[in-house]
C-alpha cells in the first residue's frame, strides 16, 4: 500500500514563499511520476505540476509556470514543491499524487493519478 503525506502548507502574505513536502511509502516511489494538484473552494481539482520519475523532466500549469517549482529526491521516497511569488489565486489545499504505471509527466488529469495524499491547505492573504 502506497501511502503520501503532504506537509509545509500554512498562511502566507502575497508575494511570500512556501516549500510544500510529499513523504512516499513504498519501495517503488522511484519508478512513477509524480504530480501536485490544488482545489479551491467550490473549484474542481486542478494540476499543478508534475515530475517525471527517472529524468527528472517537468511539466507545469500555465497559471504557476516561473514561480513554482517541483523536485524529488528518490533516495527520501520525497517530492517537493516550492512556490514563489505566491498570489491570492493560489490559496487551496494542494495535493501530492502518485501517477499509474506508466503515465509521463504532461499528462495532467487527475483520474490519472491513482494515489493522493490528504492535502495540505495553503492560504494567501492580499
Known amino acids: 500500500q502506497v501511502q503520501l503525506v503532504e506537509s509545509g502548507g500554512g498562511l502566507v502574505q502575497a508575494g511570500d514563499s512556501l516549500r510544500l513536502s510529499c513523504a512516499a511509502s513504498g519501495r517503488t516511489f522511484n519508478s512513477y511520476t509524480m504530480g501536485w494538484f490544488r482545489q479551491a473552494p467550490g473549484k474542481e481539482r486542478e494540476f499543478v505540476a508534475a515530475?517525471?520519475?527517472?529524468?527528472?523532466?517537468?511539466y507545469y500549469a500555465d497559471s504557476v509556470k516561473g514561480r513554482f517549482t517541483i523536485s524529488r529526491d528518490n533516495a527520501k521516497n520525497t517530492v517537493y514543491l516550492q512556490m514563489n511569488s505566491l498570489k491570492p489565486e493560489d490559496t487551496a489545499v494542494y495535493y501530492c499524487?502518485?501517477?499509474?504505471?506508466?503515465?509521463?509527466?504532461?499528462?495532467?488529469?487527475?483520474?490519472?493519478?491513482?494515489?493522493w495524499g490528504q492535502g495540505t491547505q495553503v492560504t494567501v492573504a492580499s
Open positions: 499524487a502518485r501517477a499509474r504505471t506508466g503515465i509521463p509527466h504532461y499528462r495532467t488529469d487527475p483520474v490519472l493519478y491513482d494515489y
Open positions: 515530475i517525471s520519475w527517472n529524468t527528472g523532466s517537468t
